[in-house]
Every structure is written in structure tokens, then in C-alpha cells.
């Protein structure tokens, strides 16, 4: 039943910041861990950033200090605050849930936003 909905993405230019919004439904949101996804034309869907109920995040080195996640449970709401962006970021941006821990792969949540689209241009 959990609703995922993403929004905040745009064009923007190299070196630009961009920050995106995930929306949660459900009484649980406070359980679980969250993910933001992204995937360009051709390529895997891959973690970018993730944030556990505790607020333990990861982050892989792609986006490392540059990418930050954050949640406000009391609105149900999760944030990726993007600096610093390239080209190669260019991608749909998805939001993900699932119970418990943070995992790396797409497999491992259960529940998925629309995307939201950010292009990068150079």
C-alpha cells in the first residue's frame, strides 16, 4: 500500500545543484530504510544514495560528497540534495523503499516512486 511520489527534477548545467523530493504514504515510513535510484538510457539501475530509520547513510563513491539524503519523518518525506552535478548524472531518479536495513541492489525494495527526470547538460 505504501504510494512513493518524486519530484524536483529539471535541467539543469554542469557544476549546478538540483534538489529532489520523495513523498511517502503509510504509517511505517519511519521503519524504512530508503534509497534514491537512478538509471540512464542503457545502463542498470543503480544506487546513488540510501538512508536507514536510524539515519545511517551510503553513499557510492560516484557521488560521494556530493549527494546527501536526509528524511523528515514527521512529513513522510525523504530528500536528495545534489551539488556539484555532471553530465554523467543524467538520469531518472527513482525513490525506493524497503524494510530495514539499506541493500545496493533494486531487488531489495519493495516500493518505487514514478521517477523524476534530471538532465545535466555541459
Known amino acids: 500500500q505504501v504510494q512513493l511520489v518524486e519530484s524536483g527534477g529539471g535541467l539543469v548545467q554542469d557544476g549546478d545543484s538540483l534538489r529532489l523530493t520523495c513523498a511517502a504514504s503509510?504509517?511505517?515510513?519511519?521503519?524504512?530504510?530508503m534509497g534514491w535510484f537512478r538509471q540512464a538510457p542503457g545502463k542498470e539501475r543503480e544506487l546513488v544514495a540510501g538512508i536507514d530509520s536510524a539515519g545511517y547513510t551510503y553513499y557510492p563513491d560516484s557521488v560521494k560528497g556530493r549527494f546527501t539524503i536526509s528524511r523528515d519523518n514527521a512529513k513522510n518525506t525523504v530528500y536528495l540534495q545534489m551539488n556539484s552535478l555532471k553530465p554523467e548524472d543524467t538520469a531518472v531518479y527513482y525513490c525506493?523503499?524497503?524494510?530495514?536495513?539499506?541493500?545496493?541492489?533494486?531487488?531489495?525494495?519493495?516500493?518505487w516512486g514514478q521517477g523524476t527526470q534530471v538532465t545535466v547538460s555541459s
Open positions: 503509510g504509517r511505517a515510513f519511519n521503519t524504512y530504510a
Open positions: 525506493a523503499g524497503r524494510m530495514r536495513a539499506i541493500v545496493t541492489v533494486p531487488q531489495g525494495y519493495s516500493y
